[in-house]
Nanobody, 123 residues
Framework: VQLQASGGGLVQAGGSLRLSCASS????????MGWFRQAPGKEREFVAA????????LYANSVKGRFTISRDRGKNVVYLQMNSLKPEDTAVYYC?????????????????WGQGTLVTVSS
């Protein structure tokens, strides 16, 4: 499975970005998908995840109410809408395919990872 993340860029604090993650195989449509991020000098952290059918979502407390994860199973694409961005949201964002159909927050439960897209939020 190949994952292609896109949509990152430079944005001012308070602005918005939408990340996309396209999967190369339909098998990912039966799996939960997640977004993680890694800031310079920090460990990779969970951001959001969505179940195989989009019916269940999970968010990190730090992004709850600001970020929205969604998916289009027909197009094999997962989105992360990021609003009210803060400088502390600056990181490389990665999408990943979960081994299971339900969303979880542990990186070890994801077995395919994209290459990452950089999001920089200026103050």
């Amino acid at each position: 499975v190949q994952l292609q993340a896109s949509g990152g860029g430079l944005v001012q604090a308070g602005g918005s970005l939408r990340l996309s993650c396209a999967s190369s195989k339909r098998t990912s449509s039966n799996n939960a998908m997640g977004w993680f991020r890694q800031a310079p000098g920090k460990e990779r952290e969970f951001v959001a995840a969505i179940s195989w059918n989009g019916g269940e979502t999970l968010y990190a407390n730090s992004v709850k109410g600001r970020f929205t994860i969604s998916r289009d199973r027909g197009k094999n694409v997962v989105y992360l809408q990021m609003n009210s961005l803060k400088p502390e949201d600056t990181a490389v964002y990665y999408c990943a395919v979960n081994r299971r159909a339900v969303p979880t927050l542990e990186p070890s439960e994801y077995h395919y990872w994209g290459q990452g897209t950089l999001v920089t939020v200026s103050s």
